[in-house]
């Protein structure tokens, strides 16, 4: 009977500690480092607006770049199809990796807003989630 308890916590414990170490190494994947450079040649974005995207900084007035850039990212992550649309249960998916699950699914319906573009869009999607305090890069 203790050893099945051993298991257990020993089981549960490691879950803990994977999930914490998902979450706090999040922008640090090789992947996600390959996905910024990649994007930041495909939209031409400039190395400053590059780094306070990246920083989560608020650029006033974004450059069509600049939004093609969110939009490339977001696109890489899967978060956002090739016409733009949000795709909403895999953007809930990752916010969980970043924040409670309830905030998640409260930021996802708060922040389902749609442009004219999959560039516009995606630069309102990360807008409002720069408003809320929520780092997506």
């Known amino acids: ?13 490691l879950a803990g500690v994977i999930l914490v170490v998902a979450e706090q190494e999040l922008a640090e994947l090789p992947e996600v480092k390959g996905y910024k450079l990649h994007c930041i040649e495909a939209s031409g974005i400039t190395e400053a607006s590059a780094k306070k995207v990246s920083a989560g900084e608020t650029i006033k007035d974004p450059d069509q770049s600049t939004k093609c850039f969110v939009q490339c990212f977001f696109q890489k992550l899967r978060l956002v ?17 970043l ?9 996802v319906k708060q922040c389902d807003i749609r442009r004219t573009n999959p560039c516009d869009t995606a630069y309102a999607v990360y807008d409002c989630y720069l408003g ?6």
């Open 1 to 13: 009977m203790s050893v099945r308890v051993l298991i257990v916590f020993a089981t549960i414990t």
């Open 81 to 97: 199809d090739e016409n733009g649309v949000v795709l909403k249960d895999k953007l809930e998916a990752f916010l969980t990796r």
């Open 99 to 107: 924040m409670d699950a309830d905030k998640a699914k409260d930021y």
């Open 132 to 137: 809320k305090k929520a780092k997506l890069f």
